[in-house]
């Protein structure tokens, strides 16, 4: 621990890991307890808030894939008034905030106001969601890397994705905001050449009290996503290695029907 690592002015972007609050490091614990003022995205998990102390100011700035409550460039100017205000800034981020969290936006607009923005990391949805299933994202002799992909997209538009770089096996795939396109996601891997037959692995709200999660095949994603709330974060893992997963197995059209009633 560093005594000065949080002077007043200074902005941390702080990963709030999936939602569990023993899922923080102990360096995220320590700047919430020293924040002036804490922002924080609508994914921190309420077990994470509850940490931020009374006299704290605490500012939702709601950010959720499709509904965005506060655009970026007007969170950004939020944390350089604050820093320019002298506070001592926490911008906590669910999950690791360099994994689809926006973080270079906000760290290059403090930067180019004269501010350094340092980064604690965090947990992402991805490997917290393996450490609840008991699975091993990378598999010696049968998933050599792991993919962290967005699938998410600007309304309306098809997923920019190049499923032939995804589709070609020896990978785990970890599709973050995948939720409403799981049918493209299923289709997109399919048509490029991978097997219905690939293990799959839906989780939802992980960490917390309500976490779900679904063990399927690729040619039962959509069909599976169903059964899952619409607003609950949600993440899919794909691929060889997921297999070894404890979870309700679906293993045909009809068994996935009955998860939905
Ligand atoms: N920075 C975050 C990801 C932000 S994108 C991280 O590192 O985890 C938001 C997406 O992350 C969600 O749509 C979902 O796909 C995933 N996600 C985040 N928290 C999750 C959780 N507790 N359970 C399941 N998925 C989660």
Redesign the pocket.
Known sequence: MQPDDFAPGMVWLV?AG??DPELLTMKAVRLIERADIVFYDA?V?DGVLALIPAGTEAISVGKR?ARHSKDQRAIDAMLVDAAAAGRRVVRL?????S???RSAEEVSALKNAGYAAHICP?I???C??AASAGISLSLRGVARDVRFV?A?SKRGAALDIDWSSLAFGGSTLA?????DAAGDIMRGLMRAGMSGTMPVMI??????PD?RRLATRLDLLELATGSFAAD????ILVGDAIEQGGAAHIASATDARQIHE
Not at 203 to 208: L, T
Request: hydrophobic share 30%; glycine share 24%.
């Open positions: 990963g999936p939602g994914l998990g894939s981020k669910g999950g690791d905030p994994i689809f969290g965090g992402t949805a991805a917290a969601a967005t998410h599709f973050y905001m995948g939720r989780s939802c709200n992980v960490s917390g976490e609950a974060p949600t993440l």
